[in-house]
């Protein structure tokens, strides 16, 4: 009797557990980044297939409600480098006329872990197969967007 009314507890506190979960579950084991996308310490990747200019690349990027990438450390440098296709890609940092170079979230560009060659003309930044460097913004060229993890799962 008394194993009886313990299995009908277990089975009863199990069914009441799992009552909360079946909506959790999926979301913790879905892929955090849409389909196409890379996930990389809390954020996702696109490499683009096409070429734009850096405008162009920025609005596709917006319309996957990303924006162009930003590199914040040294990994995430290491990271586009390892997997981007050999060509040049652009990234959110560019500089408006008279104005100091500006990631695509708005803060100032300092100099840190990459140094950035610039010369009057080049506005826009892209990776190239080793490092950071600027060009014109009109070039035709892939680009990385990147956006936050939990922007993707909502
Ligand atoms: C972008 O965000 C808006 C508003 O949150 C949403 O309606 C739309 O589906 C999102 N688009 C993509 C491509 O994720
Ligand atoms: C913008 O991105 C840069 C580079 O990742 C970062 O250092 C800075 O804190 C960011 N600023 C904001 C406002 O998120
Ligand atoms: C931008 O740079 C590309 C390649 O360096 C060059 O072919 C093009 O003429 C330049 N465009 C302008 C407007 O300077
Ligand atoms: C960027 O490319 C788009 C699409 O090809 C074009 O409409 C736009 O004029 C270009 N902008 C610049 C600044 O080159």
């Not at 979230?105 to 080793?130: M, V």
Request: aromatic residues 14%.
């Amino acid at each position: 009797m008394t194993v009886i009314i313990i299995l009908i507890l277990a089975i009863l506190f199990t069914e009441r557990k799992n009552e909360g979960c079946p909506n959790l579950l999926p979301a913790v084991f879905a892929d955090p980044c849409p389909k196409g996308w890379l996930g990389y310490q809390m954020k996702c990747y696109y490499f683009s297939v096409n070429e734009g200019n850096w405008t162009s690349g920025n609005s596709h990027c917006s319309s996957h409600n990303a924006s162009l990438a930003v590199v914040g450390s040294q990994e995430t440098l290491d990271f586009f480098l390892r997997y981007k296709s050999p060509p040049d890609h652009w990234i959110g940092l560019q500089k408006d006329s008279g104005q100091p170079w500006r990631w695509i979230n708005g803060s100032i560009f300092t100099e840190g872990f990459f140094t950035l060659p610039t010369e009057k003309g080049r506005r826009c930044a892209y990776l190239n197969h080793k490092a950071v460097a600027s060009s014109n913004c009109t070039r035709e060229e892939f680009w990385i967007c990147s956006k936050d993890m939990f922007k993707s799962i909502a």
